[in-house]
C-alpha cells in the first residue's frame, strides 16, 4: 500500500501547487489573473484606456490560460500514474456482493453515521452540505457539542488552556468519577510554558502558579508535583533536555492534550475516543478484507463453509488500538477465560482462571501463587475485564 499512497501524495501536491513543477495551482492561477484584471480596472477608473493597457490584459489571460492547460496535463499524468499504481498493486478484482443498504431503515441509518463523522471531524461545512441533501436529522445538540469540541481542541492548538479548563470545572465530577488526570495535564501544561518562558534566576512566575493552581493536586499527583518543582534545578530549557526531567521539555506534553481532551469529551458523551467510520477504514484498508476475500475465494474452491457465525475462519492482525475484545489464555490451564470463568488477579498482579484460583486453593483459602512466590487469600483476587 505504500506505493500507492505516494502516488496519491504526489498527486495531492501537484493539484495543491506544492509539487516541484514549474507551474502554480489552478487557484493560484486565477486569483493572480482576478488580481491582475481588479488592477487594471482601478487604473482605468482614473486614467484613460491604451493600447498597452488592453495588449497587458490580453498578454496576463493568454499567459494564465497557458499555466492552467499545463497545469491540467500535470495533473492528469498523475492520475494516470496513480491509476497505474492502483492496477499493479490490486491485481484481482474487487468482490461482489448484494447490497447491503437496501431498506429505508438502513439507508437512513448509513446518513446518520456519515454525517456524524464529518461534524466529529470538524467538516462542518461538509457536513451542513451533506445534511441538507441526503435529508437527514442530526441533534442540534449533537451539533453543538461537536463545535464546542472543535472550539477547544483549536484553542489547545493554539496553546490556549482556558476554554478546556473551563469544560473541566463543569464536568469535574465526570472526571473524578474517572480519576482523569486532564485538569492536572492541563495547568502542567501551563506551569511549563511559563517556567522555560522565565528568565533565570527569576522563576517566581511559574513557582507562583505552582503554589497557588497545582498545589490543589498534590494529593492524587504527588510524585509529579515533586518532580514538577525539582526540575526547575536544570533549568534553563538547554539543560533540562539531558536532565532526568527531559520529558518535561518535550513537545508531547502539550500536544497529548488534544488527544486526552477528545477522548475525556467523547466519554462525556458516551461514546468511543476513535472515530468509527475512520477505524472501519484503517481496518479494511489495512488488509483484513483482502485476507478475508481470500479466505472466501478458497473455502469457495474446496465448497467449504465456516459454521461459526461470530468467529472469522481466519486470524486478522490488527494493531493495539483496534482490538476491543482481547482474549485471555489462562496460564495454568490453558483454557480461554469465559464469563462463568473469568480471569483473576491474585495480589501478587499475576492472572489465572476463576477455575484455577479455585483448584490451587487450600483448606484455609490460600493460595500459592503458581509463577512467584507470593501467597495470598481467594477472596483478595478481582476479576479482570478486558
Known amino acids: 500500500m505504500d506505493v500507492p499512497v505516494k502516488e496519491l501524495a504526489k498527486l495531492r501536491a501537484v493539484a495543491e501547487g506544492t ?7 489552478i487557484e493560484g492561477s486565477l486569483d493572480s489573473l482576478l488580481q491582475t484584471l481588479y488592477q487594471v480596472k482601478d487604473k482605468m477608473e482614473t486614467e484613460p484606456v491604451t493600447e ?3 495588449a497587458l490584459i490580453a498578454q496576463t489571460v493568454e499567459a494564465k490560460k497557458k499555466e492552467i492547460d499545463e497545469k491540467q496535463k500535470e495533473i492528469y499524468n498523475a492520475i494516470v500514474r496513480l491509476g497505474k499504481t492502483l492496477d499493479k498493486t ?3 478484482p474487487l468482490p461482489s456482493y448484494d447490497p447491503l443498504f437496501v431498506a429505508d431503515d438502513a439507508k437512513a441509518s448509513l446518513d446518520a453515521i456519515v454525517a456524524v463523522h464529518f461534524l466529529r471531524t470538524g467538516q462542518f461545512s461538509t457536513a451542513e452540505m451533506f445534511i441538507q441533501e441526503s435529508g437527514v436529522t442530526i441533534d442540534a ?3 453543538s457539542k461537536f463545535e464546542e469540541l472543535h472550539r477547544i481542541l483549536t484553542a489547545l492548538r493554539m496553546q490556549d488552556i482556558g476554554p478546556a479548563l473551563e469544560w473541566c470545572s463543569k464536568n469535574r465530577q465526570f472526571l473524578q468519577s474517572k480519576s482523569s488526570p486532564l485538569e492536572f495535564y492541563l495547568h502542567r501544561s501551563q506551569y511549563i510554558r511559563l517556567l522555560l518562558a522565565c528568565k533565570p534566576p527569576d522563576y517566581q512566575p511559574a513557582l507562583f502558579y505552582a503554589n497557588t493552581v497545582l498545589r ?9 508535583f515533586r518532580r514538577l518543582l525539582a526540575c526547575v534545578m536544570y533549568l534553563p530549557k538547554q539543560k533540562l533536555e539531558y536532565s532526568p526531567y527531559a520529558d518535561l521539555a518535550s513537545s508531547t506534553v502539550h500536544t497529548d492534550l488534544e488527544s486526552l481532551f477528545a477522548t475525556e469529551y467523547c466519554a462525556s458523551l458516551g461514546m468511543s475516543h476513535q472515530v468509527p467510520l475512520r477505524v472501519v477504514g484503517d481496518i479494511g484498508a489495512g488488509g483484513a478484507l483482502a485476507r478475508i476475500e481470500k479466505a472466501r475465494t478458497v473455502m469457495k474452491e474446496k465448497k467449504s463453509e465456516w459454521s461459526q457465525s461470530d468467529e472469522l475462519p481466519i486470524e486478522i492482525t490488527l494493531a493495539p488500538e483496534n482490538r476491543y475484545h482481547s482474549i485471555f489464555a489462562c496460564p495454568v490451564s490453558k483454557e480461554q477465560s469465559t464469563e462463568q470463568n473469568p480471569p483473576m488477579m491474585m495480589v501478587c498482579g499475576h ?3 476463576k477455575d484455577s484460583l479455585q483448584k ?3 483448606n484455609n483459602g490460600r493460595v500459592k501463587c503458581p509463577y512467584c512466590p507470593a501467597e495470598s487469600v481467594q477472596t483478595s483476587a478481582l476479576r479482570i475485564y478486558f
Do not use: C
Request: cysteine-free.
Open 90 to 92: 490490486f491485481t484481482q
Open 360 to 362: 490451587l486453593s487450600k
Open 19 to 25: 509539487s516541484k513543477g514549474k507551474n502554480p495551482s
Open 351 to 353: 492472572v489465572i482462571t
Open 52 to 54: 498597452d493597457t488592453v
Open 216 to 224: 490543589n493536586f498534590y494529593t492524587e499527583h504527588t510524585a509529579e
Open 141 to 143: 445538540e449533537i451539533r
